[in-house]
């Protein structure tokens, strides 16, 4: 939507305020600043009320009005700037009474909640005492009946912030993916030293009634037991199961033990499971000491992630959006994030059924609770408990077991082990052989082809790179008899490339050869690995998240060099013709301009940025930040934006420009990544599996499209494709470049980058 189309509905409505309450989470600071930019820019006074809801009943100094400048610079900061607090006095109507004159003395009339359930439900009640409160104000001769008059309605909107991503309405809460961050960098650097002295460990982590925390590290990171409160253990003696399910796993050859445990685990009949009450068990049928880490507020801490910067952002720029177009009949919602979509629910459902199912923990009706946390929870789950198992199940008694291959294609994409790894483990756990193929799709050519067991890929999860290997290799004439080749002489039945563009190539260009090749007569399956984002089929391919990350930590560091001189950065990153990584690198960085291939770069844009650093150096700021796509345009590249910034900026700032190359491709994979590879993958095999027993030679491509995951008939890949560019034709985050520009432009106060 762009920035005209925020329609203010009735009157105009001049101000707004927003609110962090509740416990804090990374994000929050994005939501806030979105939410401050995009009032002020559709011309709304802003207003943050300081301290959460204690703020709002004290009024005062805790109420004050925003600026532009006054948000600059947060989005790497974790937590709150404006403050939240718990506030007992608002759960009172005596304390919601000071509150409704502390707004409407300042004649604010809509407000942005940002906080958990308490704190919506907080807001609700309050919007419903409105006219009461008012009314009493006015008895009471606190208030002139005209100022209450004037402002006869609250609107409110909700938005979640909370590390535990307990809330219905939303697929993730504002904080968790960082949360997820910290407890998978901890629990990695824990497997590491355990596996040196094979020790066993107990790491608890956050999370009060929701698992999602601990399911999610569970997963990404390979753990070898999880307890979440959701789905307790099932049988009375657990603490056996556990304990014979991890000496098999270390007689199997693991090195280490990791038990992740939710704070709210409990076992079925409802009693709390601790930590150390784990190791207790542990260290006895090991006969070992176990450790126990809990990780605590280190899981609220540090900078948020790309994905909270972005989230917060786009959820407070919707937010402003839905209260500025709200009617006073229109209920509260809660904004939130559906299948990759904005979307909006009513808060007072999602409240009730985030309680309801607290209440079916409560109550020892796990599956109703499993049923409240969604789909996608209950199939990690199920993944979990496979990828955790000592050794596969064994295959049943006359089974005809199917030879699945795996291949990698094109460059190495952070989350392609944690795929391999889910593939060969849901394989083998369905009775079948999977073959490993090394070396990406040279490999296929040179039938460098090797079969994979449970162990082959343990601890495969966090690792970076390819351990299959992989390169870009385009199989062309004679390649394509030596695949055929390999195929026949391995039996192959199913064949699963894990990769980006080249892939998709050689899988199309296999289709259009079945003629030739009988033995392409096999169903193929495409999983998108990429960091460039830039794969039909799929909104986020494997990989994508990691790069962003490495973006937005570069770029963090890169703008702190900038303290004490002016500088200009021209920042250039990796994508090949897809604007992806800069796009979104550039919103979570706060870069005041992005160039990417799909809307080109002309002189004439450069003259107008060139005269808007300027202005803005001449009016005091002190940093510049240009996210440039690596292929924006190959004449004006970096080097020639370098030279002209620098030489018509006329000494008034410097200008460097950092070329973030292969760092954007390295390092261990974030959770998202490799979750969303393990999902992906778990699907992909199921799909060659389905194909092959209904004999069926179907190829397709799989992806996360809205809600769900999608396969798409291979033969549609040029009709879905920019051919010429090597990008889906279709791309969503187009939508979200006018947010960037809105948020992060030079505008009437020269406020630029941050
Ligand atoms: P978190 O998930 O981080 O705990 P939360 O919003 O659920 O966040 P709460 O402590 O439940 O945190 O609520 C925060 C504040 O919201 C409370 O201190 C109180 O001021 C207000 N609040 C909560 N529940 C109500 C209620 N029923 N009525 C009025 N105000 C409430």
Not at 40 to 57: K, R
Not at 288 to 315: C, K, M, W, Y
Request: charge should be negative.
């Amino acid at each position: 939507m762009e920035k005209e189309e925020i329609k203010v509905a009735g009157q105009m409505k001049k101000r707004m305020a927003v609110l962090t309450s509740g416990g804090d989470a990374q994000g929050m600071n994005a939501a806030v600043r979105a939410i401050i930019r995009t009032g002020l820019d559709v011309g709304v006074e802003v207003y943050a009320i300081y301290e959460g809801y204690h703020g709002l009943v004290e009024g005062g100094e805790f109420i004050r009005k925003m600026t532009w400048e006054s948000v600059g610079g947060i989005l790497q900061r974790g937590g709150t700037i404006i403050g939240t607090a718990r506030s007992e006095e608002f759960r009172t109507r005596e304390g919601r009474l000071k509150a409704a004159r502390n707004l409407i003395q300042n004649e604010i009339d809509n407000l942005i909640v940002i906080g958990g359930d308490g704190s919506l439900t907080g807001a609700n009640i309050f919007r419903l005492e409105w006219i009461g409160l008012l009314t009493e104000l006015v008895s009471q001769g606190l208030i002139s009946p005209e100022l209450a008059a004037s402002h006869p309605n609250l609107i409110i909107a909700g938005l979640v912030g909370s590390i535990d991503n307990d809330f219905y309405g939303t697929d993730i809460t504002i904080g968790a993916d960082s949360a997820l961050h910290r407890i998978v960098e901890a629990v990695d650097a824990i497997s590491s030293t355990a596996s040196s002295h094979q020790r066993s460990f107990v790491v608890k982590v956050m999370g009060r009634n929701c698992g999602y925390l601990a399911l999610m590290g569970g997963l990404a990171t390979g753990a070898d037991w999880v307890l979440i409160p959701e789905s307790p253990p099932a049988v009375d003696n657990w603490e056996e199961v556990m304990c014979e399910r991890v000496k098999a796993g270390r007689k199997a050859g693991r090195r280490d033990t990791i038990v992740i445990i939710a704070e709210g685990a409990r076992d079925r009949f409802g009693n709390y499971i601790g930590s150390s009450q784990v190791a207790e068990i542990l260290e006895k049928c090991m006969g070992e000491e176990v450790r126990v880490t809990v990780l605590g507020h280190v899981q609220r801490g540090g900078a948020p992630s790309a994905f909270d910067r972005n989230l917060g952002t786009l959820l407070g720029h919707a937010a402003v959006e839905l209260v500025l177009s709200s009617t006073p009949d229109l209920e509260p919602q809660v904004v939130g994030l559906r299948g990759n979509r904005i979307t909006p629910t009513p808060l007072i459902e999602c409240v009730e059924k985030t309680q309801e199912a607290a209440k079916a923990i409560e109550n020892h009706e796990y599956d109703k609770a499993m049923d409240l946390r969604g789909s996608s929870f209950k199939e990690a789950f199920t993944t979990l408990k496979t990828m955790l198992r000592a050794l596969p199940h064994p295959p049943q008694p006359g089974q005809k077991r199917l030879r699945l291959a795996l291949v990698h294609s094109g460059m190495p994409a952070p989350g392609m082990n944690a795929a391999v790894r889910a593939a060969v483990r849901i394989g083998l756990d369905n009775g079948h052989i999977i073959l490993g193929v090394e070396n990406g799709l040279q490999g296929l050519i040179d039938g460098n082809i090797r079969e994979m067991d449970w162990m082959s890929v343990n601890g495969w999860a966090p690792l970076g790179g390819s351990e299959l290997g992989t390169n870009r290799k385009v199989p062309s004439g004679s390649d394509l008899y030596h695949i055929a080749r390999n195929i026949e002489n391995h039996e192959i039945h199913g064949l699963l490339i894990i990769g980006g563009w080249t892939g998709y190539e050689t899988a199309y260009h296999m289709l259009q050869e079945r003629r030739n090749y009988p033995a392409f007569n096999l169903p193929m399956v495409l999983l998108p690995a990429s960091i460039n984002n830039n794969l039909p089929g799929s909104e986020l391919s494997v990989g994508a998240d990691t790069a962003l990350n490495n973006i937005v930590e570069a770029v963090d560091k890169i703008k702190q060099s900038a303290v004490a001189l002016k500088r200009c950065f021209v920042v250039e990153v990796m994508g090949r013709k897809c604007g992806y990584l800069a796009l979104m690198g550039g919103l979570a960085s706060g870069a005041e301009r992005v160039y990417i291939h799909e809307e080109g770069v002309t002189l004439r844009d450069l003259v107008d940025d060139v005269e808007h650093l300027n202005m803005g150096f001449r009016g005091g700021k002190r940093l510049g930040l240009m996210i440039r796509n690596e292929h924006a345009n190959d004449v004006y590249n970096t080097a020639f934006m370098v030279s002209l910034f620098e030489e018509e900026g006329g000494g008034l700032y410097e200008v460097r420009q950092s070329i973030l190359g292969y760092l954007q491709q390295g390092g261990n994979p974030s959770p998202f990544d490799r979750f969303q590879a393990t999902r992906l993958a778990t699907r992909c095999i199921d799909y060659l599996i389905k194909q092959v027993e209904q004999g069926s030679t179907a190829c397709a491509f799989i992806g996360l499209q809205g809600h769900d995951i999608k396969f798409n008939d291979l033969e549609d890949f040029p009709r879905m494709s920019d051919l010429e560019n090597l990008r889906p034709k279709v791309q969503w985050w187009m939508d979200l470049r006018h947010i960037a520009k809105v948020l992060a432009q030079p505008g009437p106060h020269e406020h630029g980058a941050t």
